[in-house]
């Protein structure tokens, strides 16, 4: 047992580090190291413009997706090659947030499905940050059941026609192509008539709006779809196989692995080891002191399972499915953590400005910020399915909604 | 990196867990649970000829020499099988002790004796309620004789010898602590059992009345090797809580499948699965913070007491959470003293305490990362 990488890592992750070190773009180290929960912002540049650059600067020395097959801008790498370069790009990685869905999610699906003229059209410029993707999947009517989708295709000749609308999609609108899942056939159970498509986001009819959050942000889109035209050598997978494609996609989301998640601990730790209260400092206190041991075992229990799946990794073999705890665990604690460090504050803590002396109202932020932690990507429900039919393998629920034509369900509670 | 067990320690796990299945099943553990025993001694004798009660001893020593690695993949099926025989007093506490500040003709009395199952030993900590604390030990040694009560002992009442902490000064300093080792068959010594909630385990009172003892380790430094023990056995129990999970884990889904109510199997419910998935959630916590406590113990690395109580404290709640949530699973049938429920219950419940109640390994925690942020 140890932490050491073999000869051959250790070689990989010198020329890593040697080349972040030579090219990486420091003048945003500073703003880079602060912690941040999700979407990264910088103060005098847009984050897609500086993410791009640096994307690109990485593709062309054979850095960007480099768990990717040469041939489509990759470099070939092991998994445990990609998870080293994660490392060693460190803080820079979060300049690689607006490429992530497509290099996650998009890409995997267009190489598991596209022809071999799309592969090669496509993926190179997606790794290379010059065009970015987005993922259309859910809607209003399709959150967590992403199969009961409502957004149609129809074909017509060579194309479909598509009408509809999809929401919480992530950077639609600095986005050039979108992954899209339809119903193509309502006569069928709802997993059957589904087919999946790729199109290009300046297609007519196409309108993207933003949604204002409940923290008051706006990170997320609605997308409309008014007559869009899609040619049908723009399918992935055969008609009414969506289901199956999506799969794909989803199952590439979840194998990410080192994935730093946010838990909101060091911030904690550091708050109250600093924080003056009539008492003494608040971590003298036993009451916190409790409540800090707990989420401390937390964010070491995360840190040293993903160490187990990178061993794993690093002796060529699958990681098993521990990993699927990470956000479950992280979200709860971003959300309880944000609480009790208001609650540390006093009535002051429902003050929220930037310049409040008291952490900068981070934990106001983050507070806010929370449940949608516990919903993107999985929602703590869907996650515990998860791992009890996968993990553990229990029975799944039984779904009345099963052998129905799609048409024929129930479309509202009362 | 290669954070995890070799090939060689696990197949060793396979053998401990094949051994204790076939020579440690419910039936046994029930004997002792049942009163109709103070321990398993066929089972002690087995593990002694498989070589695990010794496997971190060293050779001169009659040990097989192997490594804390190797008695941490034996703890965790100890705690998955219950065993009903005094392995963490003995091994974790007593052996551990010796091996930190026994001197040569102490380690050659009672370690060989250890690892061929001939002596059973124990700490003699504490003195009534409380965790563990130089303050609360007011036992008192002179003269090389003891005067004063232990309890709880774990298995006391079937030790052969313990390692007993007793007070040498009054400065009101941790130097005030020694440690001395006891023949518990001497004179001077008188042992009353005690009832546990955990009935697979034995507790005792011990009574010393100038009670003959010899030193172990140099005079005023007893503190320091208790706190030493007491982390590397924080460890090592850790392994065994996250046995007992895992092991309770299986039994809730396990019934789950089984079960039918309301025409389906309770595993298909949500509200079930969210209760199993979420011992996975603790069960997976725990057994990574563990990996990294054998790290630390087996490298002796300066790490090692932030990682051990951080062991300790995932563990603790995992075993406590998997154990409760079992019972639930099972509903009415899990609370009848004929399902094997309530052992790893019982066992949960009093392994939580024995080494320090939660609340001191979470202050222990901060402490320890507060000392290292510092440095």
Known sequence: ?414 | MNFDFSDEQKQMRDEARKFLSEQCPPKAVRTVLDGKAAYDKALWKGLAEMGFLGVAIPEQFGGAGAGHLELCVIAEEMGRALAPVPFSSTVYLAAEALMLAGSDAQKQTWLPKIAAGEAIGTLALFEGKGNPSPKAIKLAASGGTLNGTKKPVPDGAIADFAVVAARTGSTGRDADISLFLVDLKGGGVEVKELTSIDLTRGQAEITFTNAKAEPLGATGEGWGIITQVLDRAAVLLAFEQVGGADRALEMGRDYALDRIAFGRPIGSFQAVKHILADMYVSATLARSNCYYGAWALSTNAAELPEAAAAARISATQAFQHCAKNNIQVHGGMGFTWEFDCHMYYRRANATALGLGSLSYWEDALIDRMRKKNAA
């Not at chain 1, 297609?203 to 990170?219: D, T, Y």
């Open chain 1, 1 to 414: 047992m140890n932490f050491d990488d073999t000869p051959q890592e250790a070689a990989f992750r010198a020329e890593a580090r040697k080349w972040v070190e030579a090219n990486a773009p420091k003048e945003y180290e500073a703003e880079l190291s602060k912690s941040s929960l999700g979407r990264i912002r910088l103060e005098r540049a847009e984050i897609v413009d500086v993410g791009k650059a640096w994307q690109k600067k990485k593709a062309e020395a054979g850095w960007a997706c480099l768990h990717w097959p040469k041939e489509y801008g990759g470099r070939g790498a092991t998994p445990i090659e990609r998870v080293i370069w994660q490392q060693e790009e460190g803080i820079y990685g979060k300049l690689t947030q607006p490429f992530q869905i497509g290099e996650g999610m998009c890409g995997p699906t267009v190489m598991a499905y596209g022809s071999e003229e799309h592969k090669r059209r496509y993926l190179p410029k997606l790794a290379s940050g010059e065009e970015i993707w987005c993922q259309l999947f859910s809607e209003p009517a399709g959150g967590s059941d992403v199969a009961g989708l409502r957004t149609r295709a129809e074909k017509q000749g060579d194309n479909w026609i598509i009408n509809g609308q999809k929401i919480w999609t992530s950077g639609a609108h600095y986005s050039d192509y979108g992954l899209l899942i339809t119903r193509t056939d309502p006569n069928v159970p709802k997993h059957k008539g589904l087919t999946m498509f790729f199109l290009d986001m300046k297609s007519k009819g196409v309108e993207v709006r933003p949604i204002k959050q409940a923290n008051g942000m706006q990170e997320f889109n609605e997308v409309y779809f008014t007559d869009v035209v899609i040619p049908d050598s723009q399918r992935l997978g055969a008609v009414g196989d969506g289901w199956n494609v999506s799969l794909t996609t989803l199952m590439n989301e979840r194998m990410s692995i080192g994935a730093r998640l946010a838990t909101g601990f060091p911030e904690m730790f550091e708050f109250c080891s600093n924080l003056m209260t009539d008492d003494g400092l608040a971590i003298d206190d036993p009451a916190v002191r409790s409540k800090l041991a707990n989420w401390a075992v937390k964010a070491s229990g995360l840190k040293y399972t993903s160490y187990r799946a990178i061993s794993s990794l690093s002796k060529g073999e699958r990681p098993g499915p521990e990993n699927s705890i990470g956000k479950l665990v992280a979200g709860t604690m971003l959300q309880d953590i944000a609480t009790y460090a208001m609650d540390l504050e006093g009535a002051a803590g429902a003050l929220a400005g930037a310049a409040e002396e008291v952490a900068n109202g981070q934990f106001q932020q983050m507070l806010l910020t929370a449940p949608s932690m516990r919903i993107a990507g999985g929602t703590d429900e869907i996650l515990r399915n998860i791992i009890a039919e996968r993990v553990l393998g229990l029975p799944g629920d039984i779904r009345v909604d099963k052998d129905v034509p799609f048409n024929k369900i129930p479309t509202k509670g009362r």
